[in-house]
C-alpha cells in the first residue's frame, strides 16, 4: 500500500456485504428493463435530487422538483430553489461527467453551488469545520494542504482494484474528511460517490441508492 493510499480494511463482513448488495443491484438492473428504463431513470432522478437537497434542509418535494424539471413555476424559498435548478442541471449530465477527471469534478461543483458559493468550482482558500451543536466534530486539512489532498485521492480512485462499492464509499470518507470546499461538500460527495460507483459498475440504474437511503434516514430522526 502506498502511503498515499487511504487507509482502509476490507473484512470478510464488507465482502459479504458487498456480495449481497452486487446481486441486489443486478436484479434491480434486470427488472427495470422490463418496467420502462426511461422511465424509471426519470422517476428515480428525481427522487435522487429531492433527497440528497432534503439532506441540507430543502424544503422542496418530489412535486416541486418534477414541476421545475418540466418549466412550471413553483412558489418556494429562492435559495431552495436556486438549490433545486443548480442540482438539476448537474444531474442531467450525471452519464456525461467522468468519474475519474478532477476537472470535471471541479466544473461539476461549479454548476451545482452557481450563485450559492462565491467560490463554486473552486477549492476553498480558508479553514472549515463539521459543527454539531456547540461542538465542533472535525476540523479538516488547511486549505494549502487540500489540491495535493485531492489530486492523490483521484490517482488513487483511478488505479485501485477494489469493487466499485467499496472504491466509491472510500473516496466519499476521504472526500468528507478533506472537506475541500468552502460549501456543498456532501452535495457534491453524494453526486460523485453514486457517479463512481454507476461509472464503474454498469449499473447507471443505481445512482438512486446513496441519496434516497440517506434522506430517509435524516426524515426518521
Known amino acids: 500500500m502506498s502511503t498515499d493510499d487511504p487507509p482502509c480494511t476490507i ?34 432522478r428525481i427522487r435522487t435530487i429531492r433527497g440528497t437537497l432534503a439532506i441540507e ?20 424559498p429562492a435559495a431552495d430553489l436556486l438549490e433545486a435548478v443548480n442540482a438539476i442541471k448537474v444531474y442531467e449530465q450525471f452519464s456525461e461527467w467522468d468519474s475519474l477527471s ?15 458559493a462565491d467560490d463554486s468550482g473552486c477549492y476553498r482558500s480558508g479553514g472549515v469545520g463539521v459543527v454539531s451543536g456547540a461542538d465542533v ?25 477494489h469493487h466499485p462499492l467499496i472504491s466509491s464509499s472510500i473516496f466519499h470518507y476521504e472526500f468528507e474528511f478533506i472537506h475541500p470546499f468552502s460549501d456543498g461538500n456532501g452535495r457534491i460527495g453524494r453526486l460523485w460517490q453514486s457517479l463512481l460507483f454507476s461509472m464503474r459498475s454498469s449499473h447507471l440504474i443505481f445512482q438512486i441508492s446513496i441519496d434516497q437511503h440517506r434522506e430517509s434516514q435524516v426524515s426518521s430522526r
Open 11 to 44: 473484512s470478510p463482513e464488507i465482502v459479504r456485504l458487498v456480495a449481497d448488495i452486487s446481486e441486489a443491484v443486478g436484479r434491480i438492473t434486470s427488472e427495470s428493463k422490463t418496467q420502462g428504463d426511461l422511465k424509471l431513470r426519470r422517476i428515480n
Open 57 to 76: 434542509g430543502n424544503t422542496l418535494g418530489e412535486g416541486d422538483v418534477t414541476a421545475l424539471i418540466e418549466g412550471k413555476r413553483v412558489i418556494a
Open 102 to 116: 478532477e476537472k470535471g469534478f471541479l466544473k461539476a461543483h461549479g454548476i451545482l453551488m452557481k450563485d450559492l
Open 137 to 161: 466534530i472535525h476540523m479538516a486539512p488547511p486549505a494549502g494542504r487540500v489540491p495535493d489532498l485531492m489530486k492523490n485521492l483521484f490517482s488513487w480512485v483511478s488505479k485501485t482494484d
